[in-house]
């Protein structure tokens, strides 16, 4: 067995002292049930009588944040648009697809964050609002990862057009500048606000030298005998070229006047241009890259990949992809203290910069608690051709192992699991098998949503799962004493033994109170009626009703008869189509033929046994009842006979 790569956390339990109870747990989809049981923990007192409860424990809360729903509904159309994007398309057109897709996947990260933050001021419960803290953080962290992965991976800029996506980058992810910025130049005096070096370097610090000189020219105005030393400086940081990888130049060129520059820059340093200003020397320190003034500077940059970035700007602009995971681990070395370890973010970063896909996914999968994220990305940079060499000794690849794991999480919320749908669906190996074991997991609380979850099983042909739903439905219904939704159900289930119960339902309701309920379903059976016999005779049976309402009688006993002589209907209802006869017996003209009245004769006896009455567990008061039946039966039979037997003699003569 592998070994865990971290110890698992401790979830403490509210009001169940583990030292002190036996704990008994079940595993269910997405969380587990604990609860207390009746064996004594080792070494433990023997503890007085107490009420057992079961404690339901989640791994993943988020789905049950509304705000952090619209995360998730929001990313799946966008997952499912980029399955859609076609395999033909050529590479490079599908490059800039791709870049466009990780970017909406990070504009809805950000819309969440902010409807978190707005959310987080208004509310007054500490409680909710250390909640919506600690998802904020998570998922600016989230996003800061997602940004570099965009970066490094999906667009993969070449030597030298790296360092402007990566100072985007710190720029997104350091916004604080602008808000002191702000406050520095709305001041009255922005020059003699105490912030008002912080902002200046901050925004060399940042690369944004065009903001920086115009926030310098503040104090410039107000030391003219400075104003040749602020001059220089501005020169400097006007002259200073960045790469762009869609101009005229290339790197060589650009290489060649960065280096020119920073000579300039240096000379300027050795020849104390700036000494009588440490403000100004300061920065033209930062601007030759220096090392130990960046560090100087800890508080300003905040992170280690603030400092990485801006060492890199100033000392290594050209720096190849293959050469960031050196600078990257040295810059993490020497701006974090060493004695302590690096947290979960650092750690992930780094293996961004070492390029380490694999090894970003796994820190990621243990540092978050919930799927959404790897799964995603994992979803998009397979896309992207990066992942083609990683598959999983249990079959699946990670991709699709992740987007399973993802989307079984949300099978276990009451709205989301219809997500989870379109996860399932492109997961061409196990996707269909983890569908249909979690399509018959779905309580169906309504019919409405029986009909949601009935519609999706449908659509992918999963006859067993329709089977099942159609059945469970029936049953509920006819617990209900619904036998309409009922019948329909088992129609629907194609379940002839449920439908022929139900028949006989319908049968024995008419033979209580004379009439059939549900009518209009009973009439619209058309081809369904021969799921089964009895159901088959139910329907027959209503068209026998409908023909002799709309006295249509000579079709009417033609088709009665048919149910009889046909064994279409139970023995056990002739007594009851026989009295439906007699009113067409005692019509004044002939319905019945003589062959068909002797047909009738024949039933009749059959059903009687050749007795009075037919045998019947029933009272003697009911005995008296049929026999009265029986023998006005007869004697109608006798009389039609006689009135036939004349008719076709006289027709014959």
Known sequence: MEEVDVEPTTTLIPGIDFTQKHLGFVWGPGDILVYETEYKATGAAAAGPGRPFVHVVRKDEDIYSPILRKLFNESHHIFVGLQKIKED?????????????????????????????????????????TQ?????????AVELIWNLCEVLFIEAAPAGALQLPLLEWVRLHKADVDEKAREVLQSENPAEHPAYWEVAISYVLQGRTDEARQ???????????????????????MKMPIYNPGGNQTLTEFDVKWRHWHEECDRCLLDSSFASNPHLEAICKILVGDEDTLL?????????????????????????????????????????????????????????????IHQVIKDCSIALNNWWFVAHLTDLLDHCKLLQSHNLHFGSNLREFLLLEYASGL????????????????????GRVYLELQMERVPLDSERKALKVLRICEQRQMAEQVRSICKIMAKRALRNERLGSALSWSIRAKDAAFATLISERFLQDYCA??????????????????????????????EFHKLYGEKQFVEAGTLLLSL????????????TLLTDALPLLEQKRVIFS??????????????????????????????????????????????NLAQAIVKEGTVEG
């Open 89 to 129: 398309v050529p590479s490079k057109n599908k490059k800039s697809q791709f870049v466009s897709i990780s970017k909406n996947y990070r504009s809805v990260i950000r819309a969440c964050m902010e409807e978190l933050q707005q959310v987080a001021v208004s509310t007054r419960d500490a409680t909710l609002q």
């Open 132 to 140: 919506y803290g600690n998802q904020i953080s998570i998922l600016l």
């Open 215 to 237: 926030v310098l020219v503040k104090q410039a105005s107000l030391q003219p005998a400075a104003r040749a030393m602020f001059k220089l400086l501005d020169s400097l940081l």
């Open 296 to 356: 100087e500077y800890k508080d300003l940059l905040g992170t280690w990949y603030h400092f990485l970035v801006t060492r890199l700007l100033y000392s290594h602009p050209t720096v190849k992809p293959t050469e960031l995971h050196y600078y990257a681990q040295s810059s993490m070395d020497m701006f974090l203290d060493t004695r302590s370890a690096p947290e979960p973010l650092d750690s992930i970063l780094l293996a961004a910069f070492e390029f380490d």
């Open 411 to 430: 099978f276990t919320h009451h709205s989301l699991w219809q997500l989870a749908v379109g996860y399932f669906d492109h997961c061409p190996e196990f």
């Open 513 to 542: 109170h004379g009439t059939f309920s549900d009518l209009d379903l009973i009439d619209n059976l058309g081809s369904a009626m021969l799921l089964s016999d009895r159901l088959t005779f139910l329907g027959q049976y209503r």
């Open 564 to 575: 009889m002589t046909a064994k279409i209907a139970p023995q056990s209802f002739w007594m």
């Open 594 to 639: 003589a062959d068909q009245t002797y047909e009738l004769m024949h039933c009749l006896e059959e059903l009687t046994g050749g007795k009075a009455v037919p045998k019947l567990d029933h009272p003697m008061q009911d005995e008296d009842v049929e026999t009265t039946k029986v023998e006005l039966l007869r004697l109608a039979l006798v009389r």
